[in-house]
């Protein structure tokens, strides 16, 4: 009976977990999971330059956020030096590997020198140096041949050993090199299938070339997961791209909308549904099926992955989840109790409209506050530009003047403003009143805001007095 597949996720901590790293990560957390696997989870932490504790807990925390939970404890690399070094006097024992003393800057210029395809030359193949200050350990590739693979995304890969130069496998400080260190530890935890992204493709040939070397036998299947490409179809950058994960978290994104959208980065249910719980995307993921063109990192969809997971929520998990994101965010602890009341009174009409949990304290903060805070593009829109804005604003004062506290409910109070807006000259057609133009400048002399839960529930929840005193501010305001 073969051994349970083995699978693991190798984040290098020199920066945030970001949405490619997400993808490789769940892609080798959906594989573990539907197989009866593990997924092991390894540090690859050996640039001591570079790393930094912080980075390496953004790595565990999101990994946690997402629900994406490994077996065992974490395997550092750092703390595997010794392994690495036995890995590289092997090499040179075998004659698979050699000592260079060329810097940077010689490599550049020999290349420039003799034109044609830039790279390390083999300058130091037959040399024989011994090990010393400033000489780094490189790999003989062999000089003809090819080394390839069936890829479970791709198909058959090769690649000819003449567009391979000799790599570093151990840095002129005697630090290991990422291939050197990945090669052994995977063979050292059992590692059976390796999934990642596209961006290690052409470090696979290397790979199987040392363990080629190590004497040590591949693992079973390679899988190469799509490039993530943004708008312009260029790879996505932390420098230039929206793709941290935590961002995302912080900005209200669900981590079960997230793991959910990250799926379909290149992969599709059969039966054509795309928004459902994650068990049945661990049931149904095949690796197989996943497509290797570049994946389009679609914010709008994700948003809307989002929304529909929101909306899937029970009314109370979705006010433990609104108020747990405003705790994370800070919100005083007094303030935060009168945004949990707000919300209360109108739950559904919120859960209903928000796509993100971002979305919610800016869509009721009128209800908590003094005054609310003015969008000024909503000023501009539904104010400046509306059309009869004073007579609206006057006739719907009146109206709702005349609606006494008992009388303060959304019908009644949907009346009223029905009648302004056919008193300000908002009338459609058959005579009815135009309520969609009507009720803008209402809503943003309210609420400040020209999008948020439905008036008529609002201004009931908000009461009379407060809704009156809004309405006359902003008349006065317009003189």
């Known amino acids: 009976m073969p051994p349970a597949p083995r699978v693991r996720f190798a984040p290098s901590p020199t920066g945030f977990l970001h949405v490619g790293s997400g993808h490789s990560a769940l892609a080798n957390w959906l594989f573990a999971r539907q197989s009866g696997g593990e997924l092991l989870l390894r540090i690859e932490d050996t640039d001591a330059e570079r790393n930094r504790p912080e980075l390496v807990d953004n790595v565990l925390e999101m990994l946690e956020w997402l629900g994406l939970t490994w077996d065992g404890e974490p395997v550092y690399q750092s703390q595997r030096g010794d392994l690495y070094r036995d890995a590289a006097a092997k090499l040179v024992a075998g004659g698979h590997a050699y000592y260079c003393d060329c810097t940077a800057e010689q490599v550049q210029a020999r290349a420039k020198e003799r034109g044609g395809k830039p790279g390390y030359d083999g300058h130091c193949r037959d040399r024989g140096l011994e090990p010393g200050p400033g000489r780094a350990l490189r790999f003989r590739v062999p000089e003809s041949g090819a080394t390839g693979w069936v890829d479970l995304i791709r198909g058959d890969v090769a690649f000819e050993h003449a567009n391979i130069e000799d790599f570093v496998v151990l840095r002129s400080s005697g630090a290991p090199m990422f291939l050197l260190a990945n090669a052994v ?266 999008v948020g839960p439905p008036l008529f529930e609002s201004l009931a929840v908000l009461g009379r007095d407060r809704t009156l005193a809004r309405l006359r501010s902003t008349r006065r305001r317009l003189g």
């Open 185 to 450: 530890d995977d063979a050292d935890m059992g590692i059976t299938h390796v999934i990642r992204g596209e961006d290690h493709l052409n470090s696979t040939p290397k790979y199987l070339l040392l363990l080629q070397a190590l004497g040590i036998a591949p693992p079973g299947a390679f899988a190469h997961m799509p490039l993530l490409v943004n708008e312009q179809r260029k790879k996505l950058s932390k420098r230039r791209d929206d793709v941290s994960m935590a961002d995302y978290r912080d900005r209200g994104y669900l981590p079960e909308a997230m793991v959910n959208y990250l799926a379909l980065l290149g992969w599709g249910p059969p039966d054509g549904v795309e928004v459902r719980p994650i068990p049945e995307l661990v049931e149904l993921y095949r690796l197989e099926d996943v497509n290797p063109s570049p994946a389009f990192f679609d914010l709008k969809k994700l948003s809307y992955v989002n929304a529909e997971k929101i909306r899937a929520l029970s009314p109370e998990a979705f006010r433990a989840r609104a108020g747990a994101h405003l705790a994370a965010q800070g919100v005083d602890p007094a303030v935060l109790s009168e945004a949990s009341a707000a919300l209360a009174s109108l739950t559904t009409e919120v859960q209903e409209r928000v796509r993100t949990l971002g979305d919610v304290q800016p869509m009721i903060e009128f209800l908590y506050v003094d005054e609310p805070t003015m969008d000024d593009a909503s000023w501009q829109k539904a104010i400046v530009k509306g059309k009869a804005v004073v007579e609206m604003l006057d006739a719907t004062i009146a109206g709702l003047e005349a609606l006494g506290p008992d009388h303060w409910q959304p019908e009644p109070i949907r009346g009223a403003i029905e009648a302004a807006a056919v008193t300000a000259g908002h009338v459609s057609a058959d005579g009815t009143a135009q309520l969609s133009k009507a009720q803008g400048p209402v809503r943003v002399a309210v609420t400040g805001r020209s």
